[in-house]
């Protein structure tokens, strides 16, 4: 940076001086520089323009509401990194603006006015007094021997002395210049390519974000901005196969806004392959542009492929990601809380809203959130330590939303999994979003179907059966008003459990039993509530056809625990029925993103500077000689110093063979050389 002393001019120090003074100083230049670089880590580090929700998240309320009010979540836009940056541009400028006269003066001065004893006080000196020499034939060999190294050189003569100043790698002090040069250019291709051009629209009120869920279509004219108004933008639009879009959505704090193309982005076709697990190795897009001003009703065919992207007009279009693109699914929805057992038929389309009825008033609102085709997840059997992974197959994700507004989201999976030796159709859950999924594990019978699980949940809501079954006849000398009383018992407690699992027989048992007496009526109700499932269970056997004298085994005995426990966790399930993926349409969409940067060319441009000044600085060393020659008594003095402003010794190996080349070539002066005819002194 600037060198502070060299910034002092002896004048008055009136206030703008001492302003100016303060602007140009190396000590601001570092300190914007050092919280610059701060604040680009931190921008690196915390990933930038995220939906709010995720940040919430990720930190809590409390510290998403103060990195909010720092503007950490857009670094680049906040309007201190953005004022930062001026400064740092404006204290650069201030120090090119105060320096840039002397170190011009420098590279084209020669300093012929200098003194002997100046010269002598050089580290790289030497001295000759040459007896009887020519003047004449002295300075042609001076000049001789700096030009044959590369040095200008300008002779002054002073009357009583001449002294030859020459010099070369002058242009190493453009190196300063073209370092400082270079941060002010690459500072204005930061403010060129970041959010100060939105700001100031916000600012004068020309520009809204959007904070809705609305279509591009929907969108109103304050939020939308047309081609050419922004110097630098990045958007993403995600684009089914066949369809055409000319906008993208950039995203701003806790909204959005649609910045329209000057030209139509067309899928054709998105192709994804992957590898033996269902991991994705590659996706690739197939692409036409149609710009009817610049190819007219002939589109530009293209692939865009990831690290491979397609440049046109100056906009950047990148393979980001992919998804689904409005996949068709056939769904059933099968009931959880009533007795009935026949499940709904439906058709749906990720992306798309199914009003269903609910157990409460108020319909619910079925949101079609996501399609996937392969689920790579860890081995559920693997040891500790073991890297195992398993394809699960399609799954659905979706949410359920209630008359109120609040969700839940839902992960189902098209196919049984087997876990322990065991199948199961999974159905995660979780009350809100970041949380993990907690998962219904929802038995398979011999058919590879749920529908026994979901015939042996319905039996036990339907309150009229409960009664018929779970009434036995009364046997002599049994104690009548005992055998009701049990009846009510059990009805009650399968009633308990099936609207709150076990925690609601545990409930009831404290409810009813005094404290020592508490794990006994526990172990009690969970024995009268197994044996009235066991019942309903066998009777819903029977209806199947088996023969529950002859085919009960351990693996119905395995059935039925398994299927207590996924009763038990359907309270907490919130959901009136279980959605099972049935069959699938895919259509495939890929997520592109647009990046427009009209400060690019500035910023590689100040980096050439930076490249070129760095050199310079670096590679180059401005050197110095002075040969100064003065006639007395019918000799010649002549002393000759040297000064390199970089690579010390270098330059003092260079001095000493200048030295020892002018010293041979002088004795050549000297009609009888005799050891006393030539004195040098160092």
């Known amino acids: 940076m600037n060198e502070t002393a060299a910034c002092k001019p002896a004048r008055r120090r009136t206030l703008g001086w001492v302003l100016l003074e303060f602007l140009g100083s190396m000590n601001l230049a570092i300190t914007l520089l050092v919280v610059l670089a701060i604040a680009s880590i931190i921008g690196t580090v915390l990933q930038q323009n995220q939906p709010y929700p995720d940040y919430i998240l990720k930190f809590g309320p409390f510290w998403f509401e103060v990195f909010k009010n720092l503007g950490l979540y857009s670094v680049y836009g906040a309007g201190w990194f953005i004022a930062i940056l001026a400064g740092l541009i404006l204290s650069t400028s201030v120090c090119l603006y105060r320096q840039v006269p002397g170190m011009w003066r420098e590279m084209v001065r020669f300093r012929t006015t200098v003194e002997a004893d100046s010269l002598r006080g050089f580290q790289q000196q030497a001295e000759w007094r040459l007896p009887d020499g020519d003047a004449n034939a ?40 073209f370092t400082h040069a270079a941060i002010i250019v690459i500072g204005i291709g930061g403010l060129l390519d970041g959010d ?316 009813v039993a005094p404290a020592e007496r508490l794990q006994e009526a526990t172990v009690l109700y969970l024995n009268l509530l197994r044996e009235a499932l066991a019942e309903v269970f066998i009777d819903t056997l029977r209806q199947e056809g088996v023969n529950v004298d002859q085919e009960l085994g351990e693996r119905e005995n395995v059935f039925f625990n398994d299927a207590l426990s996924a009763l038990a966790a359907l309270p907490a399930y919130g959901s009136p029925f279980y959605l099972q993926l049935t069959g699938f349409q895919q259509v495939e969409a890929s997520g592109l993103q647009v990046t427009y940067s009209g400060g690019t060319v500035v910023v590689y441009a100040g980096f050439a500077l930076l490249i070129l000044g760095v050199f310079l600085m670096f590679y180059t060393s401005h050197c110095r000689l002075w040969a100064w020659l003065a006639s007395e008594d019918d000799a010649v003095r002549l002393i000759l110093a040297g000064t390199g402003n970089r690579r010390p010794l270098e330059f003092a190996g260079e001095f000493a063979e200048l030295r020892a080349g002018l010293e041979q070539r002088l004795r050549l002066l000297i009609p009888s050389p005799s050891p006393t005819s030539l004195n040098e002194t160092d």
Request: proline share 7%; aromatic share 10%.
């Open 138 to 177: 002295t300075l042609a060999i001076l000049t001789g021997a700096f030009h044959r190294r590369g040095y200008r050189w300008r002779l002054q003569d002073h009357g009583d002395h001449q002294v030859i100043a020459a010099m070369k790698g002058r242009y190493n002090r453009l190196g300063y210049l």
């Open 196 to 511: 100060l051009w939105l700001k100031l629209k916000e600012w004068r009120g020309e520009l809204a974000v959007e904070t809705r869920d609305l279509s591009a279509r929907e969108v109103p004219p304050i939020s939308r901005l047309a081609p050419g108004v922004l110097p630098a933008f990045r958007g993403n639009v995600r684009l089914p196969e066949g369809s055409i879009a000319n906008f993208v959505f950039v995203r701003l704090r806790d909204g959005f806004l649609v910045q329209e193309l000057p030209f139509a982005v067309e899928l054709k076709d998105f192709q994804v392959a992957y590898y033996d697990t269902g991991q994705p190795k590659s996706f690739v897009s197939e692409v036409l542009i149609h710009d009817q001003d610049h190819l007219g009703d002939q589109p530009l065919a293209a692939t865009i492929k990831v690290n491979h992207p397609l440049v046109y007009r100056g906009y950047a279009i990148y393979q980001s990601d992919f998804g689904d693109g409005g996949s068709k699914l056939d769904l059933k929805a099968w009931p959880l809380a009533t007795a009935r057992l026949e499940p709904v038929e439906a058709k749906g389309e990720i992306g798309g809203v199914i009003k269903v009825g609910g157990p409460t008033p108020g319909a619910l609102s079925l949101e079609l959130d996501d399609f996937r085709l392969f689920n790579l997840l860890p081995e559920p059997d693997a040891q500790p330590g073991d890297r195992k992974f398993r394809n699960f197959g399609p799954s659905i994700a979706f949410k359920l939303r209630d008359a109120a507004g609040e969700a839940r989201e839902y992960l189902n999976y098209m196919a049984p999994v087997s876990m322990e030796g065991r199948w199961f159709y999974l159905s995660g859950m979780r009350a809100r979003p970041g949380a993990p999924f907690s998962y219904l594990h929802i038995p398979v019978d011999a058919n590879n179907s749920p529908e026994r699980f979901l015939r042996f949940n319905a039996r036990l809501r339907d309150a009229d059966g409960l009664q018929k079954l779970l009434t036995q006849p009364v046997a002599d000398g049994q104690n009548p008003d005992f055998q009701r009383d049990l009846i009510r018992v059990r009805l009650s407690l399968v009633d308990l459990f099936i609207q709150g699992g076990f925690m609601a027989i545990t409930e009831k048992a404290k409810a």
